[in-house]
């Protein structure tokens, strides 16, 4: 939840010496490109963003997604399995890939004099992969062992995948991104190769570079390397609209696990129009008053005036192809009940639906988003992905600082209105960990705690 | 002037000059004593600050546990005329960000700020009176021990917190770094107001403390800064330094039975001080055995050619004495016994035949080509900062770091993993399914 701060990001309401520039450009191809210069430290950043995420799968197929980002390091024509990360290696970049419900990217950080690299090997994959079965029927396991460090094997985990699943009744957003194990395991090269050929096109992507380049010298690689490949129709998208909410709805995951942890998520509108749209500035904001700092309202009441829980938070963010939420969760102290601690949170927003907040409180939040526009420029990697996510979300990357504006702009009765509009029951999905034993016992561990500090 | 220092002079101007134009670090200690590491650089309007002190998990005994945590924790929230609440409405009015953190050795706060003078001001006044005094509200005391208890009982349904935990106490015994920073339940349950008033004014000392800053301040502004940090703290000389780790001669393997759908490894010793003459030695060598993510054997042999493993990695974690040296691995419960035999394997070899020319030539040009990415922010630059002030590295660690990387032998290497990896004294602990008795 504390990403949300993180997303709040920039005004300029003082100069700001590093003014970064940014160039943009389309490709005879389709493919977009844009360059923000920040010569701060001699390094570029590159990521390549398509437009496919898990949003854009079927039934019997979730995760294949991120399934098809494992297999772009396994090998084209010219570059066998492996040489990708080899490559960047041998260029002192980092490099890796991530995919989200709305999109997948490939990044690689390195010298400023080393761009090139990463602009040649992208293009590479994104036209000639090989997509061998004997490479898949490896990586694959490799994605199933993925699964069960991060899912199988955490209540906490499998609580929110419920909770999408739950949110969600017909929207591709239940589905969790890394896919269901079942799908995972029937999945076939073919899967991947059909999603290779589907999104993998350049009309479908956008190249982001940020660091210490010259523009001019970018456009001209972009050309070379990713010009030549051919544009190709992108499959159609269906709507998937969800249908309108028409009542509460509740899951229970039962797991093994010490503390019940309570998650509320109503269903909210994301950010379409950036300088229409007031609502989602307004539900950030509202997300700051609850939870921007350690005395907002949910630590201060439930944590540390009432003590009924260990943690409680609050987090929302407009910024997405499909729907969005806000959620609230809490983590029940010690002998306090699920219902007790649900209830102090909906008590919280019943309080500020009906008194507001007031302009201390408003003022607080926004003085950490104009912070956090500050802040945020320490991190070249972050501005880039900042660029690519609005990018891919259909959004005018230009149009942040509008964003900014607005955000600024929220008024105390506006953050009323959208808890009054949006936190209400028959929007609302509850989603409740009910913690297990462990099944093995306790043996040694009852007298020998274990703990949660170690050295790492 | 030494040999090696002429040569990294020589280097460090002849392979790329752009990149080494960098850091100026700028060192003194205050008139309390405090010693001060700060960078000036006026690019963004922002000032990023840590304070370290040496009380961490290691300055505990078994009895109290988690006390070294608990007091710097409570520290944040309340001290002198301001509640925990105005802490953090105080620093959230100006935008700033205050974290804490705390290890074996260190623990400290760290402070990211706008670099006006009012909001800098604000925001460093508030970390003063953390610093040197503290509340201890007797009723937030008892709160906050039923978080951290709350969290260790969640930690102890864990195969990773689990895993780690025995790890640790295998390799580390009767010595303070075998003790969870955490505390255990018993322990914190036992702590009371005084145990951390008296663990306060006994560790955050002027003469304890590291300063370091980064970003937009001039040189005086940072010197009066640093020295208002340190006005208030308790007089008194810094506590005797961490004991040093005796390594057992004779390993074991210990199987730790749980639930999860996969097994966790740990295996490992203690290995590498952070002042160390085998450092770069084992460090080099150890992005060929799996510090290298996909450059390393070990994620080629389990996860490239063998599809058994998510994450596989080995590391050296520098500390003040001996930290550990460790490979660690999950993978799916009836894969265990071939994992593991295969990361035993891979180490084998490793210690056989060290890396090959290749090999090492691949690791020095990413550590040495990716060096400009070590400092490409204020945030990764403070904390640099820190550890050099910490741990009293030399000045130019930074700038002598990619010829000391070079100079690294394939000879250098094996020698130096032979004398701290040793397998007959390896640790081994395995939580999940690989329920049958050991192999011997």
């Given at each position: 939840?504390?990403r949300?701060?993180?997303l709040?990001?920039l005004?300029?309401?003082?100069?700001?010496?590093v003014r970064?520039?940014?160039?943009?450009?389309?490709?005879?191809?389709?493919m977009r490109?844009i360059v923000k210069?920040d010569?701060?430290?001699p390094?570029?950043?590159s990521?390549v963003w398509?437009r496919?995420?898990?949003?854009d799968?079927?039934?019997?197929?979730?995760?294949v997604?991120h399934v098809?980002?494992?297999?772009?390091?396994?090998?084209?024509?010219?570059v066998?399995?492996g040489?990708f990360?080899?490559r960047?290696?041998?260029?002192?970049?980092?490099?890796?890939?991530?995919?989200?419900?709305d999109h997948?990217?490939?990044f690689?950080?390195?010298?400023?004099?080393?761009?090139?690299?990463?602009?040649?090997?992208?293009a590479?994959?994104?036209?000639?992969?090989?997509?061998?079965?004997e490479?898949?029927?490896?990586?694959?396991?490799?994605?199933?062992?993925?699964?069960?460090?991060r899912?199988?094997?955490?209540?906490?985990?499998?609580?929110?995948?419920a909770l999408?699943?739950?949110?969600?009744?017909?929207?591709p957003?239940?589905?969790?991104?890394?896919g269901w194990?079942?799908?995972?395991?029937?999945?076939?090269v073919?899967?991947a190769r059909?999603?290779?050929?589907?999104?993998?096109?350049?009309?479908?992507?956008?190249?982001?570079?940020?660091?210490d380049?010259?523009?001019a010298q970018?456009?001209?690689?972009?050309?070379?390397?990713?010009?030549?490949i051919?544009?190709?129709?992108?499959?159609?998208?269906?709507?998937?609209?969800e249908?309108?909410?028409?009542?509460?709805?509740?899951v229970t995951v039962k797991?093994?696990?010490k503390?019940?942890?309570v998650?509320?998520?109503?269903q909210?509108?994301?950010?379409?129009d950036?300088?229409?749209d007031?609502?989602?500035?307004?539900?950030?904001i509202?997300?700051?008053?609850?939870?921007?700092?350690?005395s907002a309202?949910?630590?201060?009441?439930?944590?540390?005036?009432?003590?009924l829980?260990?943690d409680a938070?609050?987090g929302?963010?407009?910024?997405?192809?499909?729907?969005?939420?806000?959620?609230?969760d809490?983590?029940p102290?010690?002998?306090?009940?699920?219902?007790t601690v649900?209830?102090?949170?909906?008590?919280?927003?019943?309080?500020l639906v009906?008194?507001g907040v007031?302009?201390?409180e408003l003022?607080r939040?926004?003085?950490?988003?104009?912070a956090?526009?500050v802040?945020?420029?320490d991190s070249?990697?972050y501005?880039?992905?900042?660029?690519?996510?609005?990018?891919?979300?259909g959004?005018?990357?230009k149009?942040r600082?509008?964003?900014?504006?607005k955000?600024?702009?929220?008024t105390?009765?506006?953050?009323?209105?959208?808890?009054?509009?949006?936190?209400?029951?028959?929007?609302?999905t509850?989603?409740?960990?009910?913690?297990q034993?462990?099944?093995?016992?306790?043996p040694e561990?009852?007298?020998?705690?274990?703990g949660?500090?170690?050295?790492? | 002037?030494?040999?090696k220092?002429?040569f990294a002079?020589?280097?460090?101007?002849l392979?790329?000059?752009?990149?080494w134009?960098?850091l100026?670090?700028?060192?003194w200690?205050?008139?309390?004593?405090?010693?001060v590491?700060?960078?000036?650089?006026?690019?963004?309007?922002?000032?990023?600050?840590s304070v370290?002190?040496?009380?961490g998990g290691?300055?505990?005994?078994?009895?109290?546990s988690?006390?070294?945590n608990?007091?710097?924790?409570?520290?944040?929230l309340?001290a002198?005329?301001?509640?925990?609440?105005?802490?953090a409405?105080?620093?959230?009015?100006v935008?700033?960000v205050m974290s804490?953190?705390?290890d074996?050795?260190r623990?400290g706060?760290?402070?990211?700020?706008?670099?006006?003078k009012?909001?800098?001001?604000q925001?460093l006044s508030?970390?003063?009176a953390?610093l040197?005094?503290?509340?201890?509200d007797a009723?937030?005391?008892?709160?906050e021990?039923?978080?951290?208890?709350a969290?260790?009982?969640?930690?102890?349904?864990?195969p990773?917190?689990?895993?780690?935990k025995?790890?640790?106490?295998?390799?580390?015994?009767d010595?303070?770094?075998?003790?969870?920073?955490?505390?255990?339940?018993?322990?914190?349950r036992?702590?009371?107001r005084d145990?951390?008033?008296a663990?306060?004014?006994d560790?955050?000392?002027a003469?304890?403390?590291?300063?370091?800053?980064?970003?937009?301040?001039?040189?005086?502004?940072?010197?009066?800064?640093?020295?208002e940090l340190?006005?208030?703290?308790?007089p008194?000389?810094?506590?005797?330094?961490?004991?040093?780790?005796s390594?057992?001669?004779?390993g074991?393997?210990?199987?730790?039975?749980h639930?999860?759908?996969?097994?966790?490894?740990?295996?490992?010793?203690?290995?590498?001080?952070?002042?160390?003459?085998?450092?770069?030695a084992?460090?080099?060598?150890n992005?060929?055995?799996g510090?290298?993510?996909?450059?390393?054997?070990?994620?080629?042999?389990?996860?490239?050619?063998k599809?058994?493993?998510?994450s596989?990695?080995?590391y050296?974690?520098p500390?003040?004495?001996?930290?550990?040296?460790?490979?660690?691995?999950?993978?799916r419960?009836?894969?265990?016994?071939?994992?593991v035999?295969t990361?035993?394997a891979?180490?084998?070899?490793?210690?056989?035949?060290?890396?090959?020319?290749?090999?090492?030539?691949?690791?020095r040009?990413?550590l040495?080509?990716g060096f400009?990415?070590?400092?490409?922010?204020?945030k990764?630059i403070?904390e640099?900062?820190a550890?050099?002030?910490?741990?009293?590295?030399?000045?130019d660690w930074?700038d002598?770091y990619s010829?000391?990387?070079?100079?690294?032998t394939?000879?250098?290497?094996?020698?130096?993993?032979r004398?701290?990896?040793?397998?007959?004294a390896?640790?081994?602990?395995i939580?999940?399914?690989?329920l049958?008795?050991?192999?011997?």
């Open positions: 939840m504390k949300l701060l993180a709040l990001g005004t300029a309401a003082f100069a700001l010496p970064a520039e940014i160039v943009e450009q389309t490709l005879p191809n389709g490109v210069t010569r701060r430290a390094v570029a950043v990521q398509y496919a995420g898990s949003m799968e079927s039934y019997g197929a979730t995760g997604a098809l980002e494992h297999m772009m390091f396994k090998g084209t024509k010219e066998p399995a040489e990360s080899k960047i290696a041998a260029a002192g970049g980092r490099e890796n890939a991530f995919t989200s419900r997948t990217a490939y690689q950080t390195l010298r400023k004099d080393r761009l090139e690299l990463a602009l040649k090997l992208e590479d994959r994104m036209a000639n992969l090989v997509l061998a079965p490479e898949f029927a490896k990586e694959i396991n490799v994605v199933m062992e993925e699964r069960r460090m899912t199988e094997d955490s209540a906490q985990a499998k609580l929110y995948e999408m699943a739950t949110v969600f009744q017909t929207h957003y239940r589905h969790p991104v890394i194990m079942d799908d995972l395991k029937s999945m076939t073919d899967d059909h999603w290779y050929e589907r999104w993998y096109t350049p009309n479908n992507a956008t190249l982001v570079v940020a660091g380049v010259d523009p970018v456009m001209a690689w972009a050309k070379q390397y990713f010009g030549p051919p544009a190709r129709p992108v499959a159609e998208r269906k709507p998937q609209r249908p309108e909410q028409i009542g509460m709805k509740q797991a093994p696990a503390q019940p942890v998650a509320l998520a109503w909210a509108p994301r950010l379409a950036p300088q229409a007031w609502e989602p500035y307004a539900l950030e509202l997300a700051g008053v609850l939870d921007g700092h350690a309202r949910l630590n201060q009441s439930l944590v540390r005036e009432k003590r829980a260990t938070g609050a929302y963010d407009g910024i997405s192809r499909g729907p969005a939420m806000f959620v609230a809490a983590t102290a010690e002998g306090q009940s699920v219902a649900e209830a102090a949170l909906k008590a919280e927003i019943a309080r009906k008194d007031s302009e201390t003022n939040v926004k003085a950490q988003v104009l956090g526009q802040f945020q420029q070249l990697f501005q880039a992905m900042q660029i690519g996510e609005w990018t891919t979300a959004l005018d990357y149009a600082d509008t964003r900014y504006a955000l600024k702009a929220v105390a009765d506006q953050v009323k209105a959208v808890a009054a509009k949006y936190l209400v029951d028959d929007r609302l509850v989603a409740v960990l009910d913690p034993p462990m099944p093995e016992g306790k561990m009852a007298r020998n705690p274990m949660a500090g170690h050295v790492r | 002037m030494s040999a220092t002429l002079l020589l280097f460090a101007l392979v790329s000059p752009a990149v134009a960098g100026n670090i700028q060192h200690t205050t008139p309390q004593g405090a010693r590491y700060f960078v000036e650089n006026h690019d963004l309007p922002m000032l990023d600050v370290d002190f040496s009380a290691a300055r505990d005994s078994r009895q109290k988690g006390l070294a608990l007091t710097r924790h409570v520290m944040g309340g002198g005329d301001y509640s925990e609440r105005d802490i409405e105080k620093l959230a009015d935008g700033a804490g953190r705390l074996a050795d623990a706060f760290s402070l990211r700020t706008l670099s006006g009012a909001e800098r001001g925001a508030l970390l003063g953390i040197s005094a503290p509340r201890f009723a937030i005391l008892e709160r021990k039923a978080r951290v208890i969290g260790l009982e969640e930690a102890a349904t864990k990773e917190t689990i895993g780690a025995a790890f640790q106490t295998a390799l580390y015994g010595h303070p770094y075998a003790l969870d920073e955490s505390g255990e339940v018993d322990s914190v036992g702590l009371s145990d951390l008033v663990f306060h004014r560790h955050y000392r003469k304890n403390m590291v300063v370091a800053l980064m970003g937009d301040i001039s040189r005086q502004e940072a010197e009066q800064l640093a020295a340190a006005a208030g703290l308790p008194g000389e810094a506590p005797p330094p961490i004991p040093p780790v390594p057992a001669d004779q074991m393997e210990r199987v730790i039975p639930h999860a759908t996969q097994s966790h490894l740990f295996m490992g010793l203690p290995g590498l001080k952070r002042e160390d003459p085998d450092y770069f084992l460090y080099v060598g992005y060929v055995l510090g290298g993510g996909f450059d390393s054997r070990l994620t080629e042999s389990i996860r490239q050619k599809g058994l493993a998510y596989v990695y080995s050296f974690m500390m003040e004495q001996m930290g550990p040296f460790q490979i660690g691995l999950q993978t419960r009836d894969a265990t016994r071939e994992a035999d990361a035993r891979e180490l084998a070899r490793f210690l056989e035949e060290g890396p090959s020319e290749a090999e090492l030539a691949q690791a040009n990413n040495i080509g400009p990415l070590r400092i490409d922010s204020n990764k403070l640099y900062l550890v050099i002030g910490f741990y009293r590295l030399p000045l930074l002598t010829a000391k990387v070079d100079a690294v394939r000879d250098d290497i094996l020698r130096a993993f004398a701290r990896v040793r397998p007959e390896m640790m081994t602990v939580v999940g399914g690989q049958e008795s050991p192999a011997k």
